[in-house]
């Protein structure tokens, strides 16, 4: 219920921002480029940080561990956390924030963790 009323919520913003601002203007397309730039400067960031630390242990495993490195993962901290990390801002960022509502209030946030790492 809670996502359908955040896309609801987003279409009216949307719709909102078009009246405003002027559809096809070029005051809305500096508000969409405004608004976006974080979320990509973001995702190149992220991207980054898991490409230089994910890909060169998995490799590394992959070459000297006899399971191929499966198991790091589930053992390495410094990857579950990234993993967690990033797999959890990316729900919040779609609205898939009914994680860990069952833990008590002070450890939502790391019940959320700990669920989206037992999905990876």
């Keep these: 219920m809670a996502t359908l009323t955040l896309r609801a ?27 976006a730039l974080p979320n990509v400067v973001y995702d190149l960031v ?12 998995l490799t590394r495993a992959a070459l000297t561990e006899p399971d191929g490195g499966a198991g790091g993962l589930r053992t390495d ?8 990390g990033h797999a959890f801002m990316q729900n919040l960022r779609r609205g898939n924030d009914e994680l860990g509502v069952d833990a008590p209030r002070g450890l939502r946030v790391a019940a959320a963790f700990t ?3 037992g999905a990876i």
């Design 115 to 117: 669920e989206l790492a």
């Design 9 to 35: 919520a987003g279409f009216v913003r949307i719709l909102v921002l078009a009246a405003v601002l002027g559809l096809r203007s070029r005051l809305l397309d500096s508000y969409n480029l405004a608004n």
């Design 46 to 57: 992220v991207g980054g940080a898991m490409a230089s630390v994910i890909v060169p242990m």
């Design 77 to 84: 901290r410094t990857a579950q956390t990234i993993i967690a």
